[in-house]
């Protein structure tokens, strides 16, 4: 079935520094969704992306999409303590599938 | 609106007894999802309704397990007998449409500890 991988599993920064977390599908995907959740809270949608190639920038946010529409990765520029928490990948094929996640955590 | 709506919020069970756990998706949204999340496994899809009718439910466990989403309004998780494994936080999603072009909304949670 379809799968969805995620990397790195956990990461630590030092504020301002940059955070990239890695998305891997098993199979071509229609489109991949991110998520962030906070501790003790509940995955919130960030961004989709639908296009071969696409790029979408939300603030200090970067999302790209692989040319195969097989991977995804999101990147961080100059991280602030409000950017803890977990961000998920999900692949959309025949339902919504969620990497692990990648939980980042900032020390100021 | 309210958002999507997940009662209750904790429950605390002892093995071996039923457990069903609610849910009531944004209004107008015909897509409805179960995850489950722990710390090992992630955020796992149990099953995926589109319009009231089960489409994926290749997630769900074993026969303890069982939805239903007899209207568009109301979903249910029952678990039973219930085991110290099914612990776990137990998420409902809706979202407008299919998971192929919108994105899904996530209620608060269900947290499940059964002893």
């Known amino acids: 079935g379809q799968q969805v991988m995620q990397i790195p599993q956990y990461q630590h920064v030092q504020e301002g520094e940059d955070f990239t977390t890695y998305c891997n599908s098993s199979?071509?995907?229609?489109?991949i969704q991110w998520y962030k959740q906070r501790p003790g809270g509940h995955p919130v949608f960030l961004i989709q992306?639908?296009?071969?190639?696409e790029v979408k920038k939300q603030k200090r946010l970067t999302f790209q999409f692989g040319e195969a529409k097989k991977n995804s990765s999101l990147h961080i520029t100059a991280t602030q303590t409000t950017d803890v928490g977990t961000y998920f990948c999900?692949?959309?094929?025949?339902?919504?599938?969620f990497g692990k996640g990648t939980t980042l955590s900032v020390s100021s | 609106d309210a958002g999507v709506i997940q009662s209750p919020r904790h429950e605390v069970t002892e093995m071996g007894q039923e457990v069903t756990l609610r849910c009531k998706p944004i209004?107008?949204?015909?897509?409805l999802f179960w995850y489950r999340q722990t710390m090992m496994r992630g955020l796992e899809l149990l099953i995926y309704?589109?319009?009231?009718?089960?489409?994926?439910d290749s997630g769900m466990p074993e026969d303890r397990f069982s939805a239903k989403m007899p209207n568009a309004s109301f979903s249910t998780l029952k678990i039973q007998p219930s085991e110290p494994r099914d612990s776990a936080v137990y998420f409902c999603?809706?979202?407008?449409?299919?998971?192929?072009?919108?994105?899904?909304?996530f209620g608060q949670g269900t947290r499940l500890t059964v002893v």
């Open positions: 999603a809706s979202s407008l449409g299919t998971v192929m072009n919108t994105e899904a909304f």
């Open positions: 199979t071509t995907l229609s489109n």
């Open positions: 992306l639908v296009k071969s190639g």
């Open positions: 999900a692949g959309a094929g025949t339902a919504l599938i």
């Open positions: 209004s107008g949204h015909n897509s």
């Open positions: 309704f589109n319009n009231n009718v089960p489409i994926d």
